[in-house]
C-alpha cells in the first residue's frame, strides 16, 4: 500500500508526456491533424436520449395540464407526440425542434425573469395565466430552451436496455391533481401526509435507527413515510436535501388512489401503480365516476378506501424483531368504536376533527373544478377533509412547508436584497399562504385534542393549616376508536399537571412540572438521572416507554427502540422465537400507558399544607406533547427544542380557604 501512490505517478508520467507531446505536435502523431480519443459514452449527433425531456415534462405536468388535457379545444400536452403534434386550430406545431424563438411554447411561457431592461423578452408570461407563483424559472426555462435547441427529442433509452427503471417522473405529483382538485390540494399540503418526509424529527430518528442498527433496518421508516421514494430507490439515509420532489411529497395523492388491490399487510410498503395520470386508474370511494367530455382520468370505485384497514397498512407498526411499535389500527379494532361501525376515516376526515361524522351527513359540493368542463355536468358528493387531522405539527419555517415556490429551490430566498421583484412579491404571498394553511392546521389540532378526553378534580373547599389534604384528579378518555394517546406512543406524551400556591405565590406542590430542559421529572429527565431533582413520584403520565431488558436481567426504559445493553453492536435480524406468539421479543418491549377508549383513570396527590391561612390557588391541567425534548436531545436536533409547544387539553381552577 505505501508504495501505491508511487507507482501511480510513474504510470501516469509517460501518460502526460504523450498527452503534451500530441497538443503540440498533432499531426506528427497521428498524420493527421486531428487528435484521437477514446469513444465518448454517447455519440455527439442524433440519438433517441434526452434527458431535458423528463424535467420539460415534469413543468408541463404540474403547470399546464389541467387545461392541455386530452380531447378538448386546447393542445394536447399530456405526452411527448401528443405536445409534439399539430394543434387543434393551427397547422403550426408549438415545437420547432431546433429554433426556440419560433416555438410557440417557447413564445408563451418565455419572460424576462431577471428584469433585465435591455432584454426582449416580455415583462410576464402569456402562460400560465394569473399564476405568478406558476412562472416557469430561470432554470426551467433554460432546460426548456435547450431541449427545443437540441431538437426537441423523446427521452428513451438505448436499444440494448429491455428493463427501465422507475424514475420521479413515473408518478403522479399533488401538483398536477391540483389542477382539477385544489381543495383536496389545499387540505392535504397542511396535512401531516404532506409532511410526513419533510419532518426534521423523522429524518434525525431515521439516521439515528440506521446508525444504531448497522443499517440493517433498511427502509422500514421510510417506506410509510415516503413510498415513492422507496419505489424510485431512494435509500433510507438519503438525506432530506438530495431526495427528489416527488419523493418529499411523502403521502401523496397516488399513495391511496393509485393501489389497485387491497393491501392488508402492516408496517407499509404499498404497490402504488405507477403511470401518468390517464395512463392508469385513480380509485376513489364513489360507485358512479363521471367523465362529462372524456378529457379527465379514468376513475373508479374502491371500497378500501372507505375501512380502517386501508389506514392500519401504515398506522399498525410492527418492527423486523417483533415489536408492535404502534398499534392505532389494532387498537381501533378492539374499540367501542369498532362495534358501532365507525371507521377511522368517520373522525379523521369528517367536517368535526375527533367528531365522527358518516360521508352521508356531511356537507355536499363539488369535489373537482375541472377547467373548460361546466361544473353543472359534475355532482355534488359528500365533501371529505383531505387535512387528515392529528396530533403532529410542523417544525419547518413558513417558507418551506405546506408550500415551497419553484424557484426558491434554484436562489437563496434568504438573501433578500438580490430577490427580483417577483421573487419578492411571490415570497410575500407564499408566506400569507402558508400562515393562513398552518393557523388552519393548527385550530383542527386543536380542536380534535379537546375532543379526545376531560378531567374532573374533587378537593376540599376548606381546610386548616398543616392538614394533610387529597387532590383527586380522575381522566376520562372521550376517544371511542382508539387509546390516547395512539400512534408511536413512547414520543406522546399526555399528563396531569397539578399545582398548589400559597397566598404569597410559593408554591406549595407541584406534580406534572418541567425540570431546566422541559422534561417531565421522570427516568428520562437528565436532571433526575444526575441526582440534582427528585423523581416526580405523583407523575399521571399516559406516555408509553420502551423497555428493555438489561444484562443484570432486570428492565429499564430507553428513548430510542434499539437494545444495546444485551447486543452492543445490534444487527437487526429475522426473528429467532415466535415474538408474535407473545406480542413483543424476549429482550425488548412497550411498556403501555397509554388510556384506553373511553374508560377513566385516576391519581391521588396528597398535600400537607404550611402553616399558614389565606386563600390557596389549585391548578390542575391535562397536557399533551407530541414530543419530548429528551428525544431531540439523543436524536441530535436540541436546536428544535423550543418549538415544542405543551397543549391544554382541559384545565381546572379554584381557590382553597385555609383558615
Known amino acids: ?64 395540464n389541467g387545461c392541455h388535457r386530452p380531447n378538448t379545444d386546447q393542445h394536447d400536452f399530456s405526452t411527448y407526440e401528443s405536445l409534439m403534434g399539430l394543434t387543434p386550430h393551427s397547422d403550426t406545431p408549438v415545437v420547432i425542434p431546433g429554433n426556440p424563438e419560433a416555438s410557440p411554447l417557447w413564445q408563451y411561457v418565455n419572460w424576462n425573469h431577471n428584469f433585465d431592461p435591455n432584454s426582449d423578452a416580455p415583462e410576464s408570461p402569456y402562460m400560465p395565466p394569473d399564476k405568478k407563483e406558476d412562472y416557469l424559472t430561470a432554470s426551467q426555462l433554460d432546460t426548456l430552451y435547450r431541449w427545443i435547441k437540441n431538437g426537441a427529442l423523446d427521452y428513451v433509452l438505448p436499444d440494448h436496455c429491455n428493463t427501465r427503471p422507475l424514475l420521479e417522473t413515473d408518478f403522479v405529483s399533488a401538483k398536477e391533481c391540483a389542477q382539477c382538485h385544489p381543495r383536496q390540494y389545499d387540505e392535504w399540503s397542511r396535512s401531516m401526509h404532506a409532511y410526513a418526509q419533510h419532518s426534521p424529527v423523522f429524518e434525525a430518528f431515521t439516521l439515528t435507527m440506521i446508525e444504531r442498527t448497522g443499517g440493517t433496518i433498511g427502509t422500514f421508516c421510510t417506506r410509510c413515510h415516503t413510498p415513492i421514494g ?148 359534475l355532482p355534488d358528493r359528500p365533501l371529505s377533509s383531505h387535512t387528515f387531522s392529528g396530533p403532529d405539527y410542523s417544525l419547518l419555517p413558513d417558507t418551506e412547508f405546506p408550500e415551497k415556490l419553484d424557484w426558491m429551490y434554484e436562489k437563496d430566498y434568504r438573501d433578500t436584497k438580490n430577490l427580483t421583484p417577483h421573487q419578492k ?63 408511536f406512543t ?78 452492543p453492536i445490534n444487527v437487526i435480524r429475522p426473528v429467532d422465537e415466535p415474538a408474535q406468539s407473545f406480542g413483543r421479543p424476549s429482550v425488548f418491549r412497550i411498556a403501555k400507558g397509554s388510556l384506553p377508549p373511553l374508560q377513566t383513570v385516576g391519581q391521588s396527590y396528597p398535600v400537607k399544607l404550611p402553616d399558614q391561612a389565606g386563600q390557596y390557588r389549585l391548578l390542575v391541567r391535562l397536557n399533551y406533547r407530541n414530543l419530548p425534548p429528551a428525544l431531540f436531545d439523543k436524536i441530535g436536533i436540541s436546536h428544535l427544542k423550543h418549538l415544542i409547544e405543551t397543549v391544554v387539553i382541559d384545565e381546572y381552577q379554584c381557590v382553597i380557604l385555609v383558615e
Not at 3 to 32: I, K, N
Not at 452 to 474: L, N, T
Request: hydrophobic share 35%; aromatic share 8%.
Open 1 to 64: 500500500m505505501k508504495g501505491a501512490p508511487w507507482r501511480r505517478y510513474l504510470w501516469g508520467t509517460p501518460v502526460l508526456l504523450l498527452l503534451v507531446v500530441s497538443f503540440l505536435f498533432p499531426g506528427e502523431q497521428t498524420g493527421e491533424n486531428t487528435v484521437i480519443a477514446a469513444n465518448p459514452i454517447v455519440r455527439q449527433d442524433t440519438h433517441p436520449l434526452n434527458k431535458d425531456w423528463l424535467e420539460v415534462h415534469w413543468v408541463i405536468r404540474k403547470k399546464c
Open 230 to 377: 422507496v419505489s424510485i430507490g431512494e435509500n433510507a439515509s438519503m438525506r432530506n436535501v438530495h431526495r427528489s420532489r416527488i419523493s418529499m411529497e411523502g403521502v401523496t395523492c397516488v399513495v391511496c388512489h393509485r393501489l389497485e388491490k387491497p393491501f392488508y399487510k402492516a408496517s407499509g410498503r404499498l404497490p402504488v401503480t405507477p403511470g401518468l395520470v390517464n395512463d392508469g386508474c385513480t380509485y376513489g370511494p364513489f360507485s358512479d365516476p363521471v367523465n362529462p367530455d372524456g378529457s379527465v382520468h379514468d376513475a373508479a370505485s374502491s371500497n378500501q378506501l372507505t375501512k380502517s384497514s386501508f389506514c392500519g397498512s401504515c398506522h399498525d407498526v410492527t418492527s423486523p424483531q417483533g415489536v408492535r411499535l404502534e398499534e392505532a389500527f389494532s387498537e381501533w379494532q378492539n374499540s367501542p368504536a369498532a362495534k358501532e361501525g365507525t371507521s377511522c376515516q368517520d373522525c379523521h376526515m369528517g367536517p368535526i376533527p375527533g367528531v365522527p361524522v358518516k360521508s352521508w351527513e356531511r356537507p355536499f359540493g363539488k369535489i373537482a373544478v375541472v377547467p373548460g368542463v361546466d361544473p353543472s355536468l
Open 425 to 487: 412579491e411571490t415570497l410575500t404571498l407564499l408566506r400569507i399562504k402558508n400562515r393562513q394553511q398552518l393557523a388552519k392546521a393548527r385550530n383542527e389540532r386543536y380542536t380534535l385534542l379537546k375532543n379526545a378526553a376531560k378531567i374532573s378534580v374533587d378537593h376540599p373547599y376548606r381546610a386548616s393549616p398543616r392538614d394533610k389534604m387529597k387532590i383527586h384528579v380522575d381522566v376520562t378518555s372521550t376517544t371511542a376508536g382508539h387509546n390516547f394517546p395512539t400512534g
Open 490 to 567: 413512547a414520543e406522546r406524551q399526555v399528563w396531569v399537571e397539578v399545582r398548589l400556591v400559597d397566598p404569597y405565590g410559593k408554591q406549595v406542590f407541584a406534580s406534572g412540572d418541567f425540570d431546566d430542559n422541559r422534561d417531565l421529572r421522570d427516568e428520562h429527565s437528565h436532571a433526575v438521572e444526575a441526582g440534582l431533582l427528585a423523581r416526580d413520584k405523583h407523575l399521571l403520565n399516559f406516555q408509553s416507554k420502551f423497555t428493555v431488558l438489561t444484562t443484570q436481567g432486570t428492565e429499564r426504559s430507553v428513548i430510542i427502540p434499539v437494545n444495546r445493553d444485551i447486543r
